[in-house]
Structure formats: C-alpha cells, structure tokens
C-alpha cells in the first residue's frame, strides 16, 4: 500500500516534526508535498498517454499498431488518491 504524503512525512522526519512545530508541518510542509505528488503524477500519467502504442500480429500475420486510449491512462490514477 502506498502511504499517504503525511504517513511518508512523519515516518521519514518525525524528528524535524518536532523542531519546525505542528503547525508549520500541516500547513506548509505537508500540503506543498501534496502538490509536489499531484505534479509528479499528472506528469508521469501524460508521458505514459504520449507513448502508449505496441504492435501486435493479426490472424493473417500482419503487423498492426496499437493505440491506447489516452483518456484511460491520464485518468488511471484519480487526484484523489494523493493524500
């Protein structure tokens, strides 16, 4: 299972938690970490939409291109999912 962006945070920096105060880690650093993970994510899902084509062989052992639907791809991992 893929932790959250806070889960990643506090199991990798907990001491600095601490140091910086609660308040500044919610508000700042957690969120930018968020929106660092969003960018990551859409930009990772349209280079896969860009590049998604194969070649495949018919019955008759032709060569045929194959497209993937690039709505799929760039909607296979909802912006919801990064917490």
């Not at 601490?18 to 880690?25: F, K, M, N, Q, T």
């Not at 969120?31 to 930009?43: P, Q, S, T």
């Amino acid at each position: 299972m893929i932790p959250t962006a806070e889960e990643f945070l506090k199991n990798r920096f907990a001491i600095k938690k601490i140091v910086l105060g609660a308040e500044l880690w919610e508000n700042i650093i957690v969120n930018d970490f968020v929106e660092f993970a969003k960018m990551h994510v859409e930009a990772a899902l349209k280079e896969a939409s860009e590049h998604a084509t194969g070649y495949f062989y018919n019955e008759v052992g032709q060569t045929m291109e194959c497209h993937a639907n690039k709505d799929s791809i760039l909607n296979a991992y909802p912006e919801e999912n990064i917490k």
